[in-house]
Nanobody
Framework: QVQLVESGGGLVQAGGSLRVSCAAS????????MGWFRQAPGKEREFVAA????????YYADSVKCRFDISRDNAKNTVYLQMNSLKPEDTAVYYCAAAAGITTYQAMVAPMDYWGKGTLVTVSL
């Protein structure tokens, strides 16, 4: 069992930056591919980014490529999402998720094993 707790959300102006974090419980964090997803008001949840177990491979949605950076610290059981050049359309609840036995690319479509409760990011004009 893995429990995920997101933090770091908040209000930021367009063009600004924000980093959200996801702390995982348990001693098997390094076994999981970690992903970030988001759900904007009135829209379906969508994939944002994923990182593999050894931090050697990452994958991003086209909408955030070159603006967002996913990273992880296995010693701290934490995954991060650095968000730069934020736009109002990035406003959403951001969720982290974990899955075993998949690739970072598959995280875009495959069911994830564990989910956090999310943290709200609001980007104002």
């Amino acid at each position: 069992q893995v429990q995920l707790v997101e933090s770091g959300g908040g209000l930021v102006q367009a063009g600004g930056s924000l980093r959200v974090s996801c702390a995982a419980s348990g001693r098997t964090f390094s076994r999981y591919v970690m992903g970030w997803f988001r759900q904007a008001p009135g829209k379906e949840r969508e994939f944002v980014a994923a990182i593999n177990r050894s931090r050697g491979s990452t994958y991003y949605a086209d909408s955030v490529k070159c603006r967002f950076d996913i990273s992880r610290d296995n010693a701290k059981n934490t995954v991060y999402l650095q968000m730069n050049s934020l736009k109002p359309e990035d406003t959403a609840v951001y969720y982290c998720a974990a899955a075993a036995g998949i690739t970072t690319y598959q995280a875009m479509v495959a069911p994830m094993d564990y989910w956090g409760k999310g943290t709200l990011v609001t980007v104002s004009l």
